[in-house]
């Protein structure tokens, strides 16, 4: 089937911006959320030519999609096209009986929640609104809502964790069952009012990232968890259910998506686009009928193959490399391969238990 099969939707509002944050947000603007919406579905149709009839993924994403005006975000839902998995990322402190309904009744499969951590101290220096019983409450509402695919957020690396502060962060999203966790190194971009404040400890908690790394590993594959991507754990399923978070699994396959709203990136065919970042002239181009201002970079060969290597490797089954060779340096598979980092199979190259805690290391030493 010809087109984009997977949809990404930026919903950029929120209640106010964390220090560590360089996601395309906007904070408040609740006037401008009904605006927005009809933006998105404008760009939308725009974009039909370039979109499968029938699509695998829709994932909200922001920004925080669940502070958008819940009678605007509920008719963005209506107006989408249906999919198989429909997932949206929302904060604890945004998740009421209410919205949980109505994400449900709209369709939606599979919720993200932004937890980061439970201990009060690091929330602070994250600037984070949530608190640890604001995660039970929304765990709780989605649940009484009929949500069986919920999500939690880990961050680690935070200025003044340690490992059993970790370790304490694990055992309290374990014990609300999620399906899926994502647990991510805490990345604070250079120059920002984050990285300004905290900077020695930012250094110093780089030297902790392989511990914590290892500790978060152990910890959820010891508790049943798949580790199927490099950050990323799912539930084996007594069911059958694959619960492996498919739009994301979309991008490290290299499979084309459509990004809509501001910021958004699209990779169609050998060509990725980003939309404009400005709220006010996405709006502006859009309530006329044009797409928005968008920075194309076109991608030839080489740069698909690469990308090819470098997403496919982080997943836990084999990438199959018979397309792959020019990306591949032959002198670097052969020392990583004799160092026991990758096994390869016929036509097919995968990283070992050790080669996958290296991770973008090995990466790197196999491309030509």
């Not at 997932?87 to 209410?98: D, G, I």
């Not at 502060?165 to 805490?186: F, K, N, Q, V």
């Not at 007594?238 to 619960?243: E, S």
């Amino acid at each position: 089937m010809s087109g984009a099969r997977h949809l990404y939707v930026h919903l950029p509002f929120c209640a106010h911006r964390c220090g560590y944050c360089d996601f395309v947000t906007v904070v408040g603007r609740r006037l401008q959320h009904s605006g927005y919406v009809d933006a998105l579905l404008a760009e939308l149709e725009l974009e039909r030519p370039v979109v499968a009839g029938e699509l695998e993924t829709v994932f909200l994403g922001g920004g925080t999609p669940t502070f958008t005006e819940l009678p605007e975000l509920a008719r963005l839902l209506d107006a989408l096209p249906p999919a198989e998995e429909l997932t949206v990322e929302a904060n604890p402190e945004t998740v009421t009986p209410e919205l949980a309904r109505t994400l449900h009744a709209a369709g939606v499969s599979r919720v993200s929640l932004g937890a980061q951590t439970f201990r009060p101290e690091l929330l602070h220096v994250l600037e984070r609104v949530a608190g640890a019983d604001d995660v039970r409450r929304a765990v709780h509402h989605l649940r009484d809502a009929g949500f069986d695919n919920i999500s939690l957020d880990l961050v680690y690396g935070i200025p003044g964790q340690s490992a059993s502060d970790l370790d304490a962060d694990l055992d309290d999203a374990l014990a609300l069952e999620p399906e899926h966790l994502s647990c991510y190194e805490l990345e604070a971009k250079p120059g920002t009012r984050f990285t300004h404040t905290w900077g020695e400890e930012l250094a110093r908690q780089a030297d902790a990232m392989e511990d914590y790394f290892a500790l978060v590993v152990a910890r959820l594959t010891a508790s049943g968890f798949r580790w199927y991507e490099t950050a990323n754990f799912c539930r084996v399923d007594a069911g059958g259910r694959d619960l492996r978070a498919r739009h994301n699994l979309a991008y490290w396959l290299g499979r084309d998506y459509l990004g809509i709203g501001i910021g958004a990136v699209s990779t169609i065919e050998n060509a990725r686009r980003r939309n404009t970042p400005r709220l006010g002239r996405y709006l502006e181009a859009l309530a006329a009928g044009r797409p928005p201002e968008r920075e194309v970079e076109l991608l030839d060969a080489k740069v698909r193959a690469r990308e090819r290597v470098m997403l496919g490797l982080r997943l836990d089954r084999p990438l199959p490399i018979g397309s792959l060779h020019h990306a591949l340096d032959a002198a670097g598979l052969a020392r990583v391969e004799k160092l026991g980092l990758v096994e390869r199979y016929g036509e097919t190259l995968s990283l070992t238990e050790r080669g996958r805690y290296l991770g973008g290391a090995v990466t790197a030493e196999l491309l030509a």
